[in-house]
């Protein structure tokens, strides 16, 4: 069946860094887009960034361009985001996501705090 399995996540203080993956299976990695969400307390859940499937072309939210960093490794259907000057603002859980024009894959999620 197909699994989105994110780690990485943690506390970590302002200016720190944490590096996310989320490894794929169950599916044909290569052949989606790859996604990083995250969703703070009372907030919509907000798209961080963006990897395409074949051209491994990247966009980001205004809010971490600069800051984090999205890629794939394909021969290990695994995604990444190298986050770095983390802030506050930065905490959430971050969620992985896997897109296709037919199908949508979530992952559980995992927490990142960033806090003195």
């Known amino acids: 069946q197909v699994q989105l399995v994110e780690s990485g996540g943690g506390l970590v203080q302002p200016g720190g860094s944490l590096r996310l993956s989320c490894v794929a299976s169950?599916?044909?990695?290569?052949?989606?887009?790859m996604s990083w969400y995250r969703q703070a307390p009372r907030k919509e859940r907000e798209l961080v960034a963006r990897i395409a499937s074949a051209s491994g072309s990247t966009n980001y939210a205004d809010s971490v361009k600069g800051r984090f960093t999205i890629s794939r490794d394909n021969a290990k259907n695994t995604l990444y985001l190298q986050m770095n000057s983390l802030k506050p603002e930065d905490t959430a859980v971050y969620y992985c996501?896997?897109?296709?024009?037919?199908?949508?894959?979530w992952g559980q999620g995992t927490q990142v705090t960033v806090s003195s």
């Open positions: 169950g599916f044909t990695f290569s052949r989606y887009a």
């Open positions: 996501n896997a897109n296709n024009d037919w199908f949508d894959y």
